[in-house]
Structures are given as structure tokens and as C-alpha cells.
């Protein structure tokens, strides 16, 4: 392993296990409007989307089995979902590649509804009595809503944790990349393209 | 592009995963509270609560900022019911302090013993919340007391004067608490001054913070009045039976409901705790001293 994979790899796990206790003994302290920020799954989606679906279901594995060992849950429940849902952000960057600026905050709402919506499919099924109905789905509405506000944070801290390993895997750069380069020779250039290539053309005139 | 070879260890990694989840998820819930897992877990609160408590000390004045704020635009509408209630209670002391003298003069005449009345032959132990569970499913919080302040696994936990749970599990400096409104809670509770008996449970399956709970196997429903109070009754379903874990004459909630439409076998009504479940900071477990 190179010493920049070990360092991303050593601030990626600080980061994972800092936001398990930071979301458990400081976040859970605040209620808006009834429902507990989730950062975990979030983070969780973040790291997956920036390093690939290994990352995402190692970190979702790490940040599930602290969940379960902190809160004396049922071992297994929040590793086994955030391991689904690590690996699910992964692969979308591996199949995908999503560059656009709002791609962030809907992986945010996808991550927070799917861990909410999938930690009530579980304990359904291990036999727990239910939440009434509407306290449940405003629970799932609102971590939807928390997940895509909480992304960009989230995010900047997944990338600066994954900084010395992503090298050109950066999606910040990607993201430029995909904004000043077309990804065809059909397609057409944008604004920024054509006044660059104009720039081009008259420096190479101005040489002859 | 990444080969062959590497989609295949990337799926065999996320599959591992998803198998050791499964296994712990199974081995757990076949597990005894004394099996492995469940060590485990003590261990894990053991080694993290100094961490949770720091952390959670840290926030406080933002914490506080937070609280005051909301506070202030509660303090209004909770100001009216308050002097309706102040009202009400001059009225009842009133009364009971003339029961209370005629009660201890016949105390005195049959040599009654006070030992298992709350809080005689109990020391409690105040403890600050560092962690509460984040969903809505279960209703259990973390508190910086354990062991070695004398806190014992189903020892009663009060928060304002009245029951907020009891004590589940319990590592050397850090204890879990779990609440009346979690779905697992069962308190064997009276209508204070009417010796109507039931059992104590959440109204909504273990929503944290839930201002509902239910008075539930009751058998003279119509007796019973929206304002009546319920305590714990020290036994488990009738004085003669069984004695509860928790000891009798501790303020549970106000009655706030009487359903008649919920005809059934046995009566259920609806209670408001007087324990604050949504803001529990700090709580006493009433322990029997350092053992």
C-alpha cells in the first residue's frame, strides 16, 4: 500500500468513528422538528461515492457495527444496511460517474429516506411493534430532507479524509474536467470551449 | 477500467460484509444477555463513555442556547396551565396535609413499616444523559453512572420528580436506560386514590419521546377521570401477587384520555408522563447504595 492509500486510509477510519460518536453523544441532543440529523449514512454515501463501492461498504460495515456496539441495538442491523447502502453509492460512481452539482445533496436524501426507511423494514421483520404510521413516515420525510442539507458538509469532510488516496479519482476535479472538455468530438463546445479555442487560434496566428 | 479480477474482489468484499452482518444479526438475536455479543457491547460503553461524555459536555452551552430559545416561546401557553394547575394543587395539599398528619398518627398506633416506600431504603444517584438512540424505534438513552456508583440492571430511573424507566445495562462508569415509551416497558402502576390497577405501557411502540403512554388491563374503566393520577403500584398486577421492580407511590403521568370506544376484554386509558421523554438531561436511578 502506498503511504498516500495508509494516510487516506488512517483519516478515513478517524473521520467514520469521529462522526459515529459526534452523531450519537452531541447530534441526537438536538430534535428540529422531532427528528434526529442522521450524518451516518450520509457519510457513509459520500465516501462510497467518492472512492467506489469497496470504500463505501468497508466504511458502511465500521460505521453500522459502532451504531450497533454504542446504542446496544441488535448487532448487525445498522452495519448489514449501511453495507448495502456504501456499496450502492460505490457503484453508481463506478457505472455512473455522476459529475453534476446535484448529484451531492440527492444521494444525501436518497441515503438518509433508505436508512430510515430500511432500519423500520428490519426491525419490522425481527418483530419490534411498530412506530405509529405518521410519526415514521415524518421521520423518513425528514431524513430525506436532513441528507441532502447535510451532503455538502459531509461531503467537503469525506474529501478532505479521502484527499491524499483519490489523486486524479477527485470528483471536484472530474467535475471541472467534465464542464471544460466535451466527452464527444460531436458534441458541442460550451461557452468557456469556444473562448478558450478562440484564444488558441489567434496565439497560434500571432506565432506564424 | 478496472478487470475482471478486481470486480470480482470487490464484489466478494461487499458480499463478506453483508454475510458477517447477517451472522452477527442472527447470533445476536439468539443470545442470551450474558452471551458473548452482549459482553461485547458492555465492554464497547465501557471504553467510549468517557469519550460520549466529553463530547456531550462540550455542546452544552450551545445546547443550552438551543433549549433556551425554544423555551421562551413555550413559556406563554405553559404559563396559563401551570396557574390552573398551581391552583388545583394548593387545593389538594390543603388536604393532604391534614391526611398526611392523620396517617402518620396511625402509623405510629400499628408500628408500620416505611422501608419499601420511595425513597426510603433508596439512595439516588444523579447521572447526566450522554447518549440517546437516534430513531424512533427504540426509546433508551445512555447515562455517565454505572457500577461503580452502585447502579444495578432494573433499578428505577426518575426524571422530574417522576418515572422515566429503568436501568437495562450497566458497564463500570456508564449505564443504558431504557424508557417507559420504549416498547419493551411494562410498570405495574395504580390510579392514585383509587385502587384501580393496570400495567403501564407505550401508546405508540417505542417512539422516542412519545407523549402518549397507556394504562392498559384495567378493569373499572369508568372510574376513571381525565386528571386522575397514576403511580407505580409496587406489585406487579394485584397487592397480593408479585412485588414490582419498581417501588410503589412514584408519579408516573395524568390520565388524558378515556377512550370508551376501546372496547375490550380489559380497559385502556391514556397518559400524559410527567417525565419530560423528549428532554431527559439529567435523571436519578434510585439505587440501594454502594454495594
Do not use: C
Given at each position: 500500500m502506498t503511504p498516500e492509500a495508509t494516510s487516506a486510509l488512517l483519516r478515513t477510519s478517524a473521520v467514520v468513528v469521529g462522526t459515529v460518536i459526534f452523531q450519537l453523544a452531541v447530534v441526537t441532543q438536538f430534535r428540529p422538528f422531532g427528528v434526529v440529523p442522521d450524518l451516518t449514512p450520509v457519510l457513509v454515501a459520500m465516501i462510497g461515492l467518492l472512492a467506489g463501492s469497496t470504500a463505501g461498504a468497508a466504511a458502511g460495515f465500521t460505521a453500522g457495527f459502532?451504531?450497533?456496539?454504542?446504542?446496544?441495538?441488535?448487532?448487525?442491523?445498522?452495519?448489514?444496511?449501511?453495507?448495502?447502502?456504501?456499496?450502492?453509492?460505490?457503484?453508481?460512481?463506478?457505472?455512473?460517474?455522476?459529475?453534476?452539482?446535484?448529484?451531492n445533496p440527492a444521494i444525501g436524501a436518497a441515503a438518509g429516506v433508505y436508512f430510515a426507511l430500511g432500519f423500520a423494514v428490519v426491525q419490522f421483520s425481527l418483530g419490534l411493534p411498530a412506530p405509529r404510521l405518521w410519526p415514521l413516515l415524518w421521520q423518513t420525510l425528514w431524513s430525506g430532507a436532513y441528507g441532502a442539507l447535510l451532503a455538502a458538509p459531509v461531503f467537503r469532510l469525506a474529501r478532505w479524509a479521502m484527499m491524499p488516496g483519490l489523486g486524479r479519482g477527485d470528483p471536484m476535479i472530474r467535475r471541472r474536467r467534465?464542464?471544460?472538455?466535451?466527452?464527444?468530438?460531436?458534441?458541442?463546445?460550451?461557452?468557456?470551449?469556444?473562448?478558450?479555442?478562440?484564444?488558441?487560434?489567434?496565439?497560434?496566428?500571432?506565432?506564424? | 477500467m478496472p478487470n475482471r479480477k478486481q470486480i470480482r474482489r470487490r464484489r466478494f468484499t461487499a458480499l463478506g460484509l453483508i454475510v458477517v452482518s447477517i451472522a452477527l444479526l442472527t447470533a445476536y438475536f439468539n443470545e442470551a444477555a450474558s452471551g458473548a455479543l452482549h459482553s461485547i457491547q458492555r465492554g464497547a460503553m465501557?471504553?467510549?463513555?468517557?469519550?460520549?461524555?466529553?463530547?456531550?459536555?462540550?455542546?452544552?452551552?450551545?445546547?443550552?442556547?438551543?433549549?433556551?430559545?425554544?423555551?421562551?416561546?413555550?413559556?406563554?401557553?405553559?404559563?396559563?396551565?401551570?396557574?390552573?394547575?398551581?391552583?388545583?394543587?394548593?387545593?389538594?395539599?390543603?388536604?393532604?396535609?391534614?391526611?398526611?398528619?392523620?396517617n402518620k398518627k396511625l402509623r405510629a398506633l400499628v408500628g408500620f413499616n416505611e422501608s419499601d416506600r420511595f425513597p426510603g431504603g433508596r439512595s439516588p444517584v444523579v447521572a447526566?444523559?450522554?447518549?440517546?438512540?437516534?430513531?424512533?424505534?427504540?426509546?433508551?438513552?445512555?447515562?455517565?453512572?454505572?457500577?461503580s456508583a452502585g447502579v444495578r440492571v432494573n433499578q428505577p430511573v426518575i426524571a422530574d420528580g417522576a418515572l422515566a424507566g429503568?436501568?437495562?445495562?450497566?458497564?463500570?462508569?456508564?449505564?443504558?436506560?431504557?424508557?417507559?415509551?420504549?416498547?419493551?416497558?411494562?410498570?405495574?402502576?395504580v390510579v392514585s386514590g383509587k385502587n384501580i390497577l393496570g400495567i403501564v405501557q407505550t401508546g405508540s411502540g417505542g417512539e422516542v419521546g412519545a407523549?402518549?403512554?397507556?394504562?392498559?388491563?384495567?378493569?373499572?374503566?369508568?372510574?376513571?377521570?381525565?386528571?386522575?393520577?397514576v403511580v407505580t403500584s409496587g406489585?406487579?398486577?394485584?397487592?397480593?401477587?408479585?412485588?414490582?421492580?419498581?417501588?410503589?407511590?412514584?408519579?408516573?403521568?395524568?390520565?388524558?384520555?378515556?377512550?370508551?370506544?376501546?372496547?375490550?376484554?380489559?380497559?385502556?386509558?391514556?397518559?400524559?408522563?410527567?417525565?419530560?421523554?423528549?428532554?431527559?438531561?439529567?435523571v436519578e436511578v434510585l439505587t440501594r447504595g454502594k454495594q
Open positions: 459502532m451504531i450497533d456496539l454504542i446504542l446496544l441495538q441488535t448487532m448487525g442491523v445498522s452495519s448489514l444496511l449501511l453495507t448495502i447502502g456504501g456499496y450502492a453509492a460505490g457503484r453508481l460512481r463506478e457505472l455512473r460517474d455522476p459529475v453534476h452539482p446535484v448529484t467534465a464542464v471544460l472538455a466535451p466527452t464527444s468530438v460531436l458534441e458541442k463546445p460550451t461557452i468557456n470551449q469556444r473562448s478558450r479555442g478562440r484564444r488558441i487560434t489567434n496565439r497560434r496566428r500571432r506565432h506564424r | 465501557e471504553v467510549l463513555s468517557p469519550l460520549q461524555d466529553l463530547a456531550s459536555g462540550a455542546i452544552k452551552p450551545a445546547r443550552d442556547l438551543v433549549n433556551w430559545v425554544g423555551d421562551s416561546f413555550d413559556a406563554k401557553s405553559e404559563n396559563k396551565k401551570l396557574k390552573r394547575q398551581l391552583t388545583d394543587a394548593r387545593i389538594q395539599a390543603a388536604r393532604l396535609q391534614q391526611a398526611d398528619s392523620e447526566r444523559v450522554i447518549v440517546r438512540s437516534p430513531t424512533d424505534w427504540f426509546a433508551r438513552v445512555t447515562i455517565d453512572k454505572g457500577s429503568k436501568v437495562t445495562s450497566v458497564s463500570g462508569h456508564a449505564a443504558q436506560v431504557t424508557l417507559l415509551t420504549d416498547s419493551s416497558s411494562g410498570v405495574g402502576a407523549e402518549d403512554l397507556q394504562l392498559s388491563y384495567i378493569r373499572q374503566r369508568g372510574t376513571i377521570r381525565v386528571g386522575n393520577m406489585t406487579v398486577s394485584d397487592p397480593a401477587l408479585v412485588k414490582s421492580l419498581f417501588p410503589a407511590g412514584i408519579p408516573i403521568g395524568s390520565v388524558s384520555k378515556v377512550d370508551l370506544e376501546e372496547r375490550q376484554l380489559y380497559g385502556r386509558v391514556h397518559l400524559t408522563p410527567f417525565a419530560d421523554m423528549r428532554d431527559l438531561r439529567i
